[in-house]
């Protein structure tokens, strides 16, 4: 009957078994600005010390990698993300978190420098054709760009399979949802009956087969971001940002489906440190409620709780994919050397050494047929197969 058909083709699609994954943390340190006191000193590709100015023993922390002041945007790329760019492309999801304090280099690592947009001085200013991200170096790129050009090069080179690459891009300001490739109203989550998938209606999905577009209607959705200046950072950006890019493969066995999402989280910095006032400061009450689920959710799955809550921000439903299972993920923390920046820089090592703590589960190749009504086209020729035997 159609009834055991469908049983049977969800027991194949996934035979392979579940296995454990735990939560990839790197730390990455930034250049120092000033010539000052430091907080921290890198000690080896996986460890630190911290130094709270003299109050205690300087304090070593373990994480899976640390990244020195001069480690190349190449060097973090590979590191990172390359791996899960190649489990992507067998049907696997994916997340890269870059986490850390206003200043602390999070842009940097997943965008590369962002041109500073100068005070508007007059009205009549004219444009300033300058502030342009494509004049950024080919060094400096960053993991956003890298994991797209990566992707493609990976297809380009695999002739066997024909894949479909398309982004979507959102970012999340206070508890709304914007479109970043197609700004316009905010957008509301849906989830299906059971709750576990979770999608943004209307927002676009680009599909391309070209890198060069690709990478343009990234650097344009990024100018979409809400920049706001704060006291801490005048081009701070107040938002998280979130890319996801989603690999469909035409395999024999069926279509897989991979997706990676790279993520650039607001400022984790408490808002009374920004000095935030009126608007500023309930966006700072929304950022704060944003990454305090997400510290929630991560404390929870560290400490092996049973019920974990995923529903206390949009940051938090969006990702909870990402953290629950069937995907890799990797938090980049960041950290400032400078010791001004210690009570921020202790309060990322901290939420970082948490995080090294999750499992999640993870799935080998899902063919998406599964989230289809069965059976479908292969199994029912096989079926068909099957009763020409009989
Ligand atoms: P965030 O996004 O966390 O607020 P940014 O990425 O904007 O921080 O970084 C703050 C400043 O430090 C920027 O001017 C950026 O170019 C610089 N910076 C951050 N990380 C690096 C790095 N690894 N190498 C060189 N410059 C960096
Ligand atoms: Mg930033």
Redesign the pocket.
Known sequence: SGGSNSSQGRSIATAQPAQEERLVVAV?V??S?EATERCIEVISGGSLLYDDGGKSRPRQYSYDHVFR?N?S?EQVYKTTTAPLVRDVLNGLNAAVF?Y??????????MLG??P?KKPQTSDRAPPTASCDSTDVSSQDIGLMVRAIEDIFSHIESAEAYSCRVSISYLEIYNELIRDLLNPGGPLELREDHRGQRITVAGLSEITTSSRKEVVSLLLKGNKARTMEPTAA?Q???RSHALLSIMVQARTPLGTKQGRLFLT?LA?SERAKKTKNRGKRLQEGAHINRSLLALGNVINGLSGGARYVNYRDSKLTRLLKEALSGRCKTVMIA?VAPESKHRDETKNTLVYADRANSITTKLQNSVYIDEFKDFPTKHYQSLVSELRDEV
């Open positions: 990455r930034r250049p600005m002041e480690d945007q870059a850390g304090a206003t200043g602390s280099g999070k842009t940097h690592t420098p962002v500073r950072n081009t701070s950006s650039d400022g960041h």
